[in-house]
């Protein structure tokens, strides 16, 4: 373990394409690599309660695949009740996110580990308030981004759109992911060779349909 853990931003094409699926496949990466590897959520939205206790999937995924147990709230320090927009969730529930906070959650994960992966909720530019979004968030906490692309019928424009977004944010763009998240995709080769030509970020790695814990050809930025 260092003291100046690396940490990215994972971000993807939508909602429900597998941003915990494949930051769960890099923290698996990194350990057999025997580093130590941990990942945030930092605002989650939907969560059952247990034992009086707000507790969001995303959250239960990441602690379970990182290299030790962590407490939710060292993870999501922002868990909202629902499962929608985030803005329109705080909002209800009278949530401001801070911003320091969460950068001062993850220099105390960066303290403990050598890698620390930073999950977003839906896309890059989904609003946290009424001025704020994740890009910012990323911006903020000085994060270069990892893109999900979860491959299926739509996903070149919209991974097209994000990389736009990525630079004229003033992100710095550290690689992309190829997500198969629907096994039987028509014409997958096609649809990726056509992503490849055109995103100018490294292509970290394809992860096929299955679990994130088996070993797949997937590396974290260089
Ligand atoms: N490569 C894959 N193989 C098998 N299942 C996958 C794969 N990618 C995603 N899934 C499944 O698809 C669903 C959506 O994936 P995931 O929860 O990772 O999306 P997400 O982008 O993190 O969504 P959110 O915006 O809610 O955080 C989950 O049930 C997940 O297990
Ligand atoms: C609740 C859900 N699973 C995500 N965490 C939040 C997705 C917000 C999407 C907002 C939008 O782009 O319309
Ligand atoms: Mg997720």
């Given amino acids: 373990m260092n003291t100046t853990a690396r940490a990215w931003f994972i971000t993807g094409t939508d909602t429900e394409i597998g941003k915990t699926h494949v930051a769960c496949a890099l923290l698996h990466a990194a350990r057999r690599a ?3 590897a941990f990942a945030m959520k930092p605002v989650a939205a939907g969560a059952d309660e247990i034992d009086g206790q707000r507790l969001n999937e995303d959250t ?11 407490e939710p709230a060292e993870v999501t320090p922002y868990c909202l009740r629902s499962a929608i927009a985030p803005h329109i969730v705080a909002h209800d529930e009278g949530v401001t996110f801070d911003f320091a906070r ?13 890698v620390v992966l930073v999950e977003g909720a839906g896309g890059l530019l989904v609003p946290l ?32 759109l994000t990389c736009e977004a990525i630079a004229t944010r003033g992100l710095h763009f550290a690689g992309w992911v190829a997500n ?23 292509l970290l790695g394809v992860v096929p349909h299955g679990d994130p814990a088996e070993p797949v050809a997937l590396r974290l930025p260089d």
């Fill in 180 to 202: 198969r998240v629907e096994p039987y995709m028509a014409r997958f080769d096609e649809n990726l060779a056509t992503l490849e030509a055109r995103i100018r970020a490294p």
């Fill in 34 to 36: 025997g580093l130590t």
């Fill in 60 to 70: 239960a995924r990441l602690i379970a695949a990182g290299s030790e147990p962590l």
């Fill in 129 to 160: 308030d009424e001025a704020r979004d994740f890009a910012d968030l990323a911006r903020h906490l000085d994060l270069p981004v990892i893109l999900v692309v979860g491959m299926r019928l739509g996903c070149i424009n919209h991974a097209l």
């Fill in 102 to 114: 969460i950068a001062h959650r993850l220099d105390a994960l960066r303290a403990r580990a050598d």
